[in-house]
C-alpha cells in the first residue's frame, strides 16, 4: 500500500516543493502532543494539514490546530463537498502520520470504515501512513488491537510501537505515545524511503553505543569524539522492530533514551567488555557501535596529578592495551560460549593513510575482526562524528570487493539500512 519514496522535492524551477503531510489526531488524551509534531514538521517545511477525528476536538480545538498549521480543519466528509475534500487530501498527501492513534481509530482503519474525514483520507491515501498508537495498556495488549495492528502492518501501513511508562491516571506500561520529536524522526525516516517492519519480536539485540573515559587520574581521562547518535539510532529502530534492545552506552552527548531500549552505562573500555561479555551470550544480534580506546593508562592515579609535583607522569603516560571487545566476541561465538548463529556487526571509521585508502583499511579490519558485517565510514576532516548525518558502506565476506554503498541520510535513515542488511543475513542463516 504504501509508496516508499515520499515526493520528489524539485520543480522544473529548481525550486524545492514543501512535502505535503497530514497529521491525523484522534480522540486520547495524548492528543496535546499532536500540536507539538504539527510545529516539528512546520519547521521541517512541509505543509501540514490537519485532520482530527470528532472526539479528539474533545481534547484540542480546531482553532490551535488551524493556528498551528496555517490551514482549515475539519473532521467530516461532509465539509467542502465542492472540492471532494474527502477524496482529495487523501490522494494529494505525501505522507499521513496520525499521532495519537486510539484502539477506536486502529480498529475502524483495520476494518477499512470511513466514518469521517480522518478514515476516509486514509482509505484513499497511497502514500506512507504512519501510526503512533496510544492507549492504556490493557487495550494495546487486548487482542482485537493486536489482530488489528498485524492487519495494518501486514498492509504496509507503519504502526510505530508505543513507550512504556506513565499513562493518563496513576498506571504505567506500554501504550504511552512516543514523544513528538521521536515521532518525527521515525516519519522522517519511512519518508525517505526506509520500511520500519516488526519482524524481531523475541529478538534481543545488543547495542554498543559511545565513547569509552579511560581515567588518568579522578578528575582527567583519555575519550574520544563519539556521540553516540548512530547506536541511538540503531537502538530505537531495533526496538520499533519489535526487538528487545540493551544498549550498553559509554560516553555521549544528551541523547533522548530510544524507547524500548535498556540502557547500561558504562565508562571504560573494560566495563563495556564487562557488560558485553554478560549480555552477549543471550542476544540474537551484537552490534558494536561505540568508539572504545584502544588503551589506557597503566596505573590511573588515585588523588589528582598536580603540575609541578606530578609533572613526569603526565607528560608520559604509560598505557597498556584495552581488550578488544569485537574480537572477543567472535572469538567466544567461534568457541561455542555464545551461539554460532549469533549474528556479529562491527564499525570502522577510517581516515586512510599514505599507503591505504579507507576502504582498503576497512576491508582489512573486516578480515581481522572475523565479524559478519562491518559498517565503514570515512572520517577524515572530522566527518562523521557528532553530525546529525552518516553515510559509509557495508562490508561482509562475500561483498568486501564491491561494498554495498548507505544511502546518505540521517542517521536514522542510514541505522534502518543497517538492519535490512542484518535482516537478510538472518534470513540467510535461518
Ligand atoms: N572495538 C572493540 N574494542 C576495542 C576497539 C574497537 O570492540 N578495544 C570495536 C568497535 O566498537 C568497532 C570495531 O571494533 O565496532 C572497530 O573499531 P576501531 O576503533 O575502528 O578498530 P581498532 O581495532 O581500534 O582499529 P584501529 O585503531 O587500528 O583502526
Request: net charge negative; proline share 5%; with cysteine.
Amino acid at each position: 500500500m504504501s509508496k516508499s519514496v515520499g515526493r520528489n522535492n524539485s520543480t522544473t524551477s529548481g525550486q524545492s516543493e514543501a512535502l505535503r503531510l497530514i497529521v491525523g489526531v484522534s480522540g486520547g488524551i495524548a492528543a496535546y502532543k499532536a500540536c507539538h509534531l504539527v510545529r516539528l514538521f512546520k519547521e521541517d517545511g512541509a505543509e501540514v494539514r490537519v485532520i482530527p477525528t470528532p472526539n479528539a476536538l474533545q481534547f484540542v480545538g480546531a482553532a490551535t490546530f488551524e493556528a498551528l498549521s496555517g490551514n482549515p480543519v475539519s473532521t467530516t466528509v461532509f465539509s467542502n463537498i465542492d472540492t471532494v475534500q474527502h477524496v482529495r487530501l487523501g490522494q494529494e498527501a505525501d505522507g499521513i502520520i496520525i499521532a495519537p492513534a486510539t484502539a477506536d481509530l486502529i480498529a475502524r482503519l483495520a476494518a477499512g470504515r470511513v466514518d469521517d474525514l480522518l478514515s476516509a483520507t486514509v482509505l484513499v491515501a497511497t502514500c506512507p501512513i504512519i501510526l503512533a498508537p496510544a492507549m492504556h495498556t490493557e487495550m494495546w495488549l487486548n487482542p482485537a488491537t493486536v489482530e488489528n495492528i498485524a492487519t495494518l502492518r501486514r498492509r504496509g501501513i507503519t504502526v510505530l510501537e508505543p513507550a512504556s511508562g506513565r499513562l493518563t491516571g496513576v498506571d504505567s506500561g506500554p501504550g504511552r505515545l512516543l514523544e513528538p520529536a521521536q515521532i518525527a524522526a521515525l516519519s522522517r525516516t519511512v519518508l525517505a524511503g526506509q520500511k520500519i517492519v516488526h519482524n524481531w519480536a523475541g529478538k534481543q539485540v545488543l547495542i554498543t553505543a559511545g565513547g569509552t573515559q579511560e581515567d588518568i587520574d579522578p578528575v582527567r581521562f583519555i575519550g574520544n569524539r563519539s556521540s553516540g547518535k548512530q547506536g541511538f539510532a540503531l537502538a530505537e529502530l531495533a526496538a520499533q522492530r519489535g526487538a528487545q534492545v540493551n544498549l550498553v552506552v559509554g560516553d555521549t552527548d544528551e541523547l533522548p533514551t530510544p524507547a524500548g531500549a535498556h540502557i547500561t552505562k558504562v565508562r571504560s573500555a573494560r566495563e563495556m567488555a564487562a557488560a558485553v561479555a554478560d549480555l552477549a551470550p543471550q542476544a540474537d544480534i551484537v552490534i558494536m557501535a561505540a568508539a572504545v580506546a584502544d588503551f589506557r593508562p597503566a596505573n590511573p592515579a588515585a588523588a589528582k596529578l598536580k603540575k609541578g609535583q606530578h609533572d613526569e607522569s603526565l607528560a608520559q603516560l604509560e598505557m597498556v592495551e584495552n581488550p578488544d571487545i569485537l574480537s572477543t566476541t567472535v572469538k567466544r561465538r567461534s568457541v561455542g560460549e555464545i551461539p554460532a548463529e549469533t549474528v556479529i556487526v562491527g564499525f570502522a571509521a577510517e581516515t586512510g593513510d599514505a599507503q591505504h585508502s579507507p576502504l582498503e583499511l576497512a576491508q582489512a579490519k573486516l578480515h581481522r575482526k572475523g565479524c559478519d558485517l562491518l559498517i565503514y565510514n570515512d572520517v577524515s576532516a572530522g566527518k562523521t562524528f557528532g553530525a546529525p548525518t552518516n553515510e559509509g558502506w557495508i562490508l561482509s565476506e562475500k561483498d568486501s570487493v564491491s561494498p554495498r554503498e548507505l544511502q546518505f541520510g540521517s542517521k536514522q535513515v542510514v541505522a534502518a539500512q543497517i538492519l535490512a542488511a542484518i535482516d537478510e543475513l538472518l534470513k540467510e542463516i535461518a
